[in-house]
């Protein structure tokens, strides 16, 4: 199963793969060539369709757990200054993915979204230290009874091009459905309220919909 995102891509990696398979068939002779030519192509769609892979995961709703919105590792639990939407102090649990990593954003828990916005910038590597806040990202923030506001900002990392975010204001929110993609390597940021139990460690694979980062105090 393969995210909406990546359907142009893929039907543009297809049809790349498609010619370089019929070309090098009929002109290249050297059967060594030929052969190399067509691997590489292969391997080519194989990366654009692992990229945009969507595995269907079944979500146990939990209004008192905040999910992982996406798939990878945790590289920062710290308490930090919030300045954009809080201007206060939060808990921070962020979560790298490289390329080979599902790149499907997920709500990571349901509720009513608060403040959604974008904001272009850079393309530093994702864990340098300034990424949430110079480069390419979008901030969402949504509200339920448990744990009240919790944002999460989805950031552009060096080959993360692109941003998608489907959240938008007033919208009811589902926890673990769909909320976006991020083309390649990227990371997302969480920002929890002050004393939240968290519930993974550094250097932890997180699955999206899936883990539970933290649970109502």
């Known amino acids: 199963m393969f995210h909406k995102e990546g359907a142009q891509s893929i039907l543009l990696g297809t049809c790349i793969t498609a010619i370089v398979l019929l070309v090098s068939d009929n002109l290249i002779d050297t059967s060594w060539i030929k052969m190399t030519i067509q691997i590489i192509a292969i391997v080519f769609l194989i990366i654009i369709l692992q990229f945009f892979r969507n595995p269907k ?7 008192d757990q905040i999910l992982s919105p996406v798939d990878g590792k945790v590289v920062v639990i710290e ?4 300045g954009e939407y809080f201007k206060d102090k939060r808990l921070q649990v ?18 009513i979204i608060k403040f959604s916005k974008y904001h272009p910038g850079k393309f530093l590597v ?4 300034k990424a949430s806040e110079e480069n390419e990202r979008t901030t969402i923030v949504v509200e339920n ?3 009240g506001e919790v944002l999460y900002r989805q950031i552009a990392g060096a080959l993360a091009k692109r941003i998608v975010n489907y959240a938008e204001e007033g919208m009811q929110v589902i926890q673990g459905t769909d909320a976006g993609f991020i083309k390649f390597g990227s990371r997302v940021d969480l920002f929890l309220p002050l004393g939240t ?3 993974v460690v550094l ?7 899936k883990t539970v980062i933290a649970t109502k105090a």
């Open 203 to 209: 250097n932890q694979k997180a699955i999206g919909g």
């Open 94 to 111: 962020s979560i790298f993915m490289s390329p080979i990593n599902v790149h499907v954003t997920r709500y990571p828990m349901g509720g």
């Open 126 to 129: 994702a864990w340098h230290p």
């Open 79 to 82: 308490e930090v200054y919030e």
């Open 197 to 199: 139990p968290i519930n």
């Open 57 to 63: 995961r079944t979500f146990i709703l939990n209004e």
């Open 145 to 147: 009874k448990s744990f």
